[in-house]
Structure formats: C-alpha cells, structure tokens
C-alpha cells in the first residue's frame, strides 16, 4: 500500500490544476508545502510565457512549421492550418511530406538544415493556391537545443512574383514602344516626300500658272490636250487616292508617335468622347493577321450622350484604357469567330461620374472568369495570345490613377460589357 503521502493524485478528480498540484507534490499533506506560492507562481508564469508565444507565432503573417529529425511536425501556427486545412493540435507527428505535398524541396531544405547546421533558403517554389498559380520563399533554420530540430518560416510572395512579372513585360513594352516611335519617325520623311511630290505633279500639271504655259510652249505642248488625256485616263483620281493614303498613313504615324511618347502624368480637362475617337483611330489602323482580328471587319457603333462634360484625366491613358478595351473585346470576337461581330461604345453621364461603356456580342463569361477578369496574366486565351495585363491595366489606371470606377457585366453566350467610369470633378 502507498504512503499516505503519495496516493494516485487521478484518484480525487479534481481537474488538471489540482493534478498538477499532487503531482508536483504540493498537496495538504506534502512536506514541502511551504514551497507551494513560489513553485506555483513559476509555473503560472511558464503558462502566460507559453500562450504569449503561441499567440506571437499565430499573428505571424508567415506560415511556422517545425519537424524533428524524422521530419515529423512539431508545431505549427494558425497560417500553417490556414494553407493546409489541418489544425496545429492534429499536425503535430505528422510527416511534413504529408502535411504539405505541394511544397516540393521543402522536406530536402530541412535535411539540410539539420545535417548542416545552417538555414536552408527556397525562393519562388511553385505550390498551393486555389485561384491560379502560387509562389513561396521559404527558409528553414535548425534548432541549438541540443536536439535535432529546425522550424521553416515560408511566405507567400505571389504578389511580389507576379509584380516583377509585370515589370518585365513593361519593359518589353516600353523597348516595343521605343522601337515603334522610332519606326514612325523613320516612316515620316518618306511620307512626306510622297505627299509633297504629288502636290508638285499637280500643281506642273495645271494648265492655269504662268510657268507651265511657258514651259509647254517651248516644248510645242497644248496643256488643255494634255489635261483631257490624264482626265480619261484617270490620272488625277490616282493622285487622289496616294494623296489619301499618304494623309491617312501619316495621320496613323503621328497617333503613334503622340501615343507612345512619355507622358508627364499630368491631368487636364478633356471630352471623354474626343479620347474614345482617338483611341479608336488607333485600333482601326492596328490588326494582326496571325490572330486575325481586325477592327475594320468589325461593325462599331458610337452613341455619345449630348452635352457631356470635361473630366479631369491624364489623356493619354484614358485613350490607353478605351483601346485596351476595344481590343479586349476584338479578340474575343476573334476567338470565338462570332458571326457579324459588333462592338458598341457609348459615353455617358450619371450621379456625377461620366463613363465609357464598351459591349461586344461575343461569347461572353462565366462568373469564375468575372472575378478574376481584372487579374495580372489572367487570360482565357491559348498560350502565346495575349499576355493578361490588358484589363489589369484599365483597372489600375482607372481606379488607381483616377479614383474611378470600373464594372463588368457579361453571362456566358451573352457577350460582355464593361463600364469604366471617372469622377467629373477634379479632386
């Protein structure tokens, strides 16, 4: 039989504390007693010491996950549970393979912690997300604890991943852009000789200035038979037509080079529906004949609303927010290969905002597609057409850069229509 003094504490019930309290021997009749208030102030204070450091890895942004020396989990704070659905209490003794599967190089970086006895550093390693492609850092430390341990701290970076993305591509179309002004130059000088020397044929063709009359009678021409024989054989309608060409390329080339040239930023007042005519100007003379998709093929239809205010705007993205939606909306009508493709524009006014709305007739969007239309890289179309960042673009310059306002309606087989709006007042 026991001692008195050393009866099975589990006996009485009385709960966890006084199960620590006999255990530790501090019950009425222990003979250290009188050591009670101080061993069990420590032991209070290893409890707050111990809810504080598990409040501090919860309130981590980062995933904390630590595995011993057969890469069974130790711990793991709430983000953890978060990315893999499995709470802290039932992680600990699984193997950290099992807990996260998707995190490749994951299990070898804390191998190499532990064995090397320095961190183990994983950068931009694919893995789990639910909408779309996810990246994670990820830096595994050992433990000095005398045991062999290591705790991984691992963060999402998709944001940051997807940004330098953003900012390659930009450069891409930056050095896109340079090469294109530089071209529009180039095109110019030849431009201009055409259109001068058609303007010089007329004019040494004229039969009513003095110097061509001198001329032709030193040569024993008659000038007024001369002009009846271009006349029937049309030659003043073909100077007609390279005049026009000539006038129209040119008027392309300075859209491009006023387009793509760097803009200081600053806002003015302008008439949203002068911006749309000059965005559309540019999709007009822009096709690819390898997507086939070609703004001239394609029925559009302007309405403007009467008596439209200025907005205050930076002019030349809001020409690149209405041309990035005509093209938007082009290619699905591509894609789709919709019969008598349409695409209607309509400028408007309303509660103090005036708006742009462009609507297609093409196949339209589910409501996955919807929630994720404004996303940078995010595309419906096949790899290799389309980089993502148009809609993401008219996103940021009109709601970042302007305070605006942008909505999406569409149903799938319905088309789509999305309205961009800007405030009327400056700020």
Not at 41 to 65: C, F, I
């Amino acid at each position: 039989m026991k001692p008195p003094s050393e009866e099975d504490p589990r006996q009485e019930g009385q709960g966890e504390e006084a199960l620590r309290d006999k255990l530790i021997g501090l019950g009425e009749r222990s003979m250290r007693k009188s050591y009670y208030p101080e061993l069990r102030e420590r032991m209070d204070e290893l409890d707050r010491t111990g809810r504080y450091l598990r409040s501090v890895m919860d309130a981590m942004p980062s995933v904390l996950v630590g595995a011993d020396a057969n890469l069974r989990v130790t711990l793991a704070n709430a983000q953890c549970a978060l990315h893999t659905g499995v709470a802290p209490e039932q992680a600990r003794g699984m193997e950290i393979e099992a807990l996260m599967p998707w995190f490749h190089g994951l299990p070898g970086a804390f191998r190499e912690a532990m064995s090397r006895r320095v961190p183990a550093v994983l950068r931009k390693m694919p893995g789990k997300g639910g909408a779309g492609a996810t990246w994670y850092d990820a830096t595994v430390f050992p433990l000095n604890q005398g045991r062999v341990e290591a705790v991984a701290r691992i963060d999402d970076v998709t944001a940051r991943v997807r940004m330098e993305e953003v900012l390659v591509q930009t450069e891409k179309m930056l050095s896109v852009g340079a090469l294109a002004a530089g071209m529009a130059h180039e095109i110019n000088n030849p431009l201009a000789g055409i259109l001068q020397g058609v303007q010089s044929v007329r004019r040494r063709l004229a039969p009513g200035l003095a110097a061509n009359l001198q001329v032709a009678a030193r040569a024993g021409l008659d000038l007024q038979a001369l002009a009846a024989y271009l006349e029937d054989r049309k030659i003043p309608v073909m100077l007609d037509s390279i005049q026009e060409s000539g006038v129209r390329a040119a008027r392309i080339v300075n859209n491009i080079l006023e387009f793509s040239r760097r803009s200081d930023m600053s806002k003015a007042r302008a008439r949203l529906s002068d911006l749309v005519d000059k965005a559309l100007e540019l999709a007009r003379s822009e096709f690819d004949l390898k997507k086939k998709y070609d703004f001239r093929h394609i029925r559009i239809e302007r309405e403007d609303a009467p008596h439209m205010p200025e907005i205050w705007c930076v002019p030349t993205q809001v020409e690149q927010v209405v041309l990035n939606l005509v093209k938007n909306a082009a290619q699905a009508l591509s894609a789709s290969r919709t019969p008598e493709p349409r695409i209607a524009i309509r400028t408007g006014q309303a509660d103090g905002w005036a708006f742009v709305r462009v609507e297609d007739n093409g196949p339209g969007m589910d409501e996955a597609q919807k929630e994720r239309v404004f996303e940078p890289f995010f595309t419906t179309k096949p790899p290799g057409e389309g980089t993502g960042l148009g809609l993401s673009i008219v996103y940021y310059i009109v709601v970042e850069q302007h305070g605006g306002r942008v909505g999406v309606e569409s149903s799938p087989g319905r088309g789509a229509a999305i309205t961009v709006s800007f405030p009327q007042s400056a700020p």
